[in-house]
T-cell receptor
């Protein structure tokens, strides 16, 4: 298993540009998450998905959109990039059935700079 | 993040023990986790403890949980230079946010020779 993979690893955007951060997992996990990590800070939840076709907002969703058309993929879209979105973005996944929740597995991250 | 507090820095000598502390506020957390982040890398799950346990040992790692005081600690025995990294404490999973985890800001551990 490759686990959770993210592309690209690095990206520099100009203010107002758009981009999609890709995330794929091959563990058949039903839950997927996007977090952002600002310097010296912990991770903040942007969006999450409990299964294909179902997404919901986390703590800091403004400026982002997500979709979940398949179990494996959970892309994060930035429509109008702003300097405040300069951060490291982590995708994570886990499996939940009934009351059992397995641990979250993280991708390697995408480092985004908006200038 | 503001519900999980950690000290920001810790420096130890190689071979000594390291103790990283964490306090949390959500008494309904089912699990408490320790993740390790090496420079430029993602988060790696180190260990976790179920909320009804007091202690968990895994090779050089010992996790202690004081549920009454909502205090969690990670002890690394015989600390090596390869242990230098940022260590994140996390609580969860939170049903109100899709069973996501709530992270502290991380403790930077520096191990000197």
């Amino acid at each position: 298993n490759a686990g959770v993979t993210q592309t690209p690893k690095f990206r520099i955007l100009k203010i107002g540009q758009s981009m999609t951060l890709q995330c794929t997992q091959d563990m058949n996990h039903n839950y997927m998450y996007w977090y952002r990590q600002d310097p010296g800070m912990g991770l903040k939840l942007i969006y999450y998905s409990v299964g294909a076709g179902i997404t919901d907002k986390g703590e800091v969703p403004n400026g982002y959109n997500v979709s979940r058309s398949t179990t494996e993929d959970f892309p994060l879209r930035l429509e109008l990039a702003a300097p405040s979105q300069t951060s490291v973005y982590f995708c994570a996944s886990s499996y939940r059935q009934g009351t059992r929740t397995d641990t979250q597995y993280f991708g390697p991250g995408t480092r985004l700079t908006v200038l | 993040g503001e519900d999980v507090e950690q000290s920001l820095f810790l420096s130890v000598r190689e071979g000594d023990s390291s103790v990283i502390n964490c306090t949390y506020t959500d008494s309904s957390s089912t699990y408490l986790y320790w993740y390790k982040q090496e420079p430029g890398a993602g988060l790696q799950l180190l260990t976790y403890i179920f909320s009804n346990m007091d202690m968990k040992q895994d090779q050089r790692l010992t996790v202690l949980l004081n549920k009454k005081d909502k205090h969690l600690s990670l002890r690394i025995a015989d600390t090596q230079t390869g242990d230098s990294a940022i260590y994140f404490c996390a609580e969860g999973p939170r049903s109100s946010s899709g069973y996501a985890l709530n992270f502290g800001k991380g403790t930077s551990l520096l191990v000197t020779p």
